[in-house]
């Protein structure tokens, strides 16, 4: 993990090339701390996920997937599944210690969709992470 991430909102899904990287991108913006990970990566980000990020004002061409550890878990104050299927993929020592911190969403996984179906996949991660930004205000 990078120096500065502990207290952040990890998120996580299969490759780290689409949702998560999304769900990072859109809390960065909205001045939140967050990372993203992968139970396998992937080698790179999703293009058409690039671009429709692009499209929002919002610069991922230099994110790099990377495998959830062990560590980002322990720094993170809250662990995003993008989809309650994943919870089949992780170890289970992983799993116990994201317990008190989880989070499940059930977004579409964008790989092999049109650039059109990655829009609205999105759109739906960025109104999730508005949500929980908009939780997080009124609970501070």
Same mark, same amino acid.
């Given at each position: !993990?990078?120096?500065?991430?502990? $207290?952040?909102?990890?998120?996580?899904?299969?490759?780290?090339?689409? &949702?998560s990287q999304m769900a990072e991108g859109f809390a960065k913006?909205? $001045? !939140?701390k967050a990372i993203s990970a992968g139970t396998v990566p992937s080698t790179h980000v999703n293009p058409l996920v690039i671009q429709a990020m692009k499209e929002k004002g919002i610069d991922i061409t230099m994110?790099?997937?990377?495998? %959830?550890? /062990?560590e980002m878990i322990d720094r993170s104050r809250m662990v995003v599944l993008t989809d309650t299927?994943?919870? $089949? /993929?992780?170890?289970k020592s992983l799993l116990k210690k994201m317990k008190k911190k989880l989070v499940e969403w059930? %977004?579409?996984d964008p790989q092999g969709m049109s650039l059109d179906e990655?829009?609205?996949?999105?759109?739906?991660? $960025? &109104?999730?992470?508005?949500?929980?930004?908009?939780? &997080? &205000?009124?609970?501070?």
């Open positions: !993990m990078v120096s500065g991430d502990e $207290g952040c909102i990890l998120f996580v899904c299969i490759e780290n090339s689409s &949702r913006r909205l $001045g !939140m994110s790099k997937p990377r495998e %959830i550890t /062990s299927s994943l919870r $089949g /993929s992780l170890d059930s %977004i579409p990655i829009r609205l996949v999105r759109d739906q991660i $960025g &109104r999730s992470v508005s949500a929980l930004a908009k939780e &997080r &205000r009124e609970s501070e």
